[in-house]
């Protein structure tokens, strides 16, 4: 961990701006925009994610509902590093260096230092993040949700908040709309109490 | 550590670098995009180079709008998100540290069914309350107005449960010498938890302040005035632009600009935001 700290002014930097890409405008534009050039058939320089690629993938996510479901999983989850990033650095910083430098003097290397110091002890953070992480995919992305696919093609990408918002909004069946409300609350209660059940309670040492 | 710089050292750096990469990337064609005019970005290959315009699609964006919200220039759209983005990081603040003080620290009847009250609404997000929250918005009247962008986002029970939690990490001590110097409830509350909770209050107020900012579905839902428009789902509404091609290098612009408030946000309270997250003891 602590070689990973070690040029505090490139880190210091990235804790900043990863901080700053928390918007969500970036990444649905940015994948919207690739998108665009996708559907409009053009190659792009990269050869990143265009018409046919190497591998003979054709890559179509307006009629395809996986490749749909793969792009909003990438924009989506290209969000959510910089705040990772962030609560496992603070984890980091909270383990003592003394345990990692008696691991270093009796001779165990940086990566079993990892799996057998740093990463148990970053296990309070780890699920912290597992929950939030859920709880980001269920609810908060229905900003890409509905700017890049509008939970098409054919409902592929249809998430449930999505959908709750289309049917009591757009649909105008308020009635389906708030029984779909109670389902998601039903989550929402199971979530709070697996948060406060398990995170809560430090892992003990 | 005990190691030379070795093959570790390195690897360290090479995946630090891939992860800038991952992360950046998608700024980076943002920008490039924003540097371009509109005839170079309807072209393949897509760029990956700045242009030479960003100064001006920038001006163009802040000052005349673009796409279908024409009319409306960003800057009134920055405005209000502005405004909704405050007005929601002050007021969660202020009634969660006023309730926290109050569950903590005086003992009067119903505590604890007032504890449980808040911490139901925990449950009870916007997006589980979508509909009844906007007919209660609707019939106050409050659709297309500031105070119904920022009103029903401001009760807060997380907010509550960390002020409790930092509350209750604070010394009886200082309490009971506050007690004996004379002073009231209040002047306790002024002279020694606020300043205690200093680093708190900030890192929350980042917290909640970027939290605001990117509020989306609920602006979408009872804001129907372009006056009224948020950035982030104003960016959405120019890319709805149905009858022409979506102008990518004032949207990229507008993306830019809306991004710079959180970040003068983060750098200026960097500081505080850090010592907040990680120190406990008071």
Known sequence: MSELLEPPGVISALVLISFLLVGKFFNFISYRLMKERIIAGQQWDLNICCGKTDAGV???????????????????SWKQISYNFLFFIAGMQAIPRSLIEAAAMDGAGPFRRFWTIVFPLLSPTTFFLLVVNMVYAFFDTFG?????????????????????????????????????????????????????????????? | ???????????NHLIIIFGILVIGFPLWITFVAASHDMVRMA??????????????????ALFQGVGNAREQPVWIMLFNSLIMALSIAFGKIVISVLSAFAIVYF??????????????????????????????????????????????????????????????????????????????????????????????????????????????????LITTDKDMYTIVMGIKQMLEAVE???????????TLLAQLPPVLVVVGMQHLFVKGLTETEK
Do not use: C
């Open chain 2, 43 to 60: 072209q393949a290959p897509l760029p990956l180079w700045p242009g030479d315009r960003f100064f001006e699609n920038m001006a163009q």
């Open chain 2, 1 to 11: 550590m005990v190691e030379e710089k070795s093959f570790s050292y390195y690897l």
């Open chain 2, 107 to 220: 003992d009067f009847r119903f505590r604890m069914f007032f504890f449980w009250m808040i911490f139901i609404t925990l449950m009870l997000p916007v997006e589980v309350r979508i509909l009844p929250t906007f007919e209660v918005v609707a019939n106050l009247g409050m659709l297309n107005t500031r105070l119904g962008l920022s009103v029903p986002l401001i009760a807060s029970a997380t907010a509550t449960f960390m002020f409790r939690q930092v509350f209750l990490t604070v010394p009886d001590e200082l309490l009971e010498a506050a007690r004996m110097d004379g002073a009231g409830p209040l002047r306790f509350f002024k002279d020694i938890l606020l300043p205690l909770s200093r680093t708190n209050i900030a890192a929350l107020f980042v917290i909640l302040f970027i939290y605001g900012w990117n509020q989306y579905l609920w602006p979408l």
């Open chain 1, 58 to 76: 054709d890559w179509n996510h307006r009629m395809n509902g996986n490749h749909a479901m793969i792009l909003i999983i990438l924009a989506a």
């Open chain 1, 144 to 205: 890409i949700v509905h700017a890049v696919t509008k939970g098409g093609p054919s409902q592929a990408t249809q998430i449930l908040v999505y959908k709750v918002y289309n049917d009591g909004f757009i649909g105008l069946d308020l009635g389906g709309s708030a029984a779909q409300s109670v389902i998601l609350m039903a989550i929402v209660i199971g979530f709070t109490v697996i948060q406060f059940k398990y995170i809560e309670r430090r892992v003990i040492y």
């Open chain 2, 244 to 254: 022409e091609a979506p102008e990518w290098h004032l949207i990229t612009a507008t």
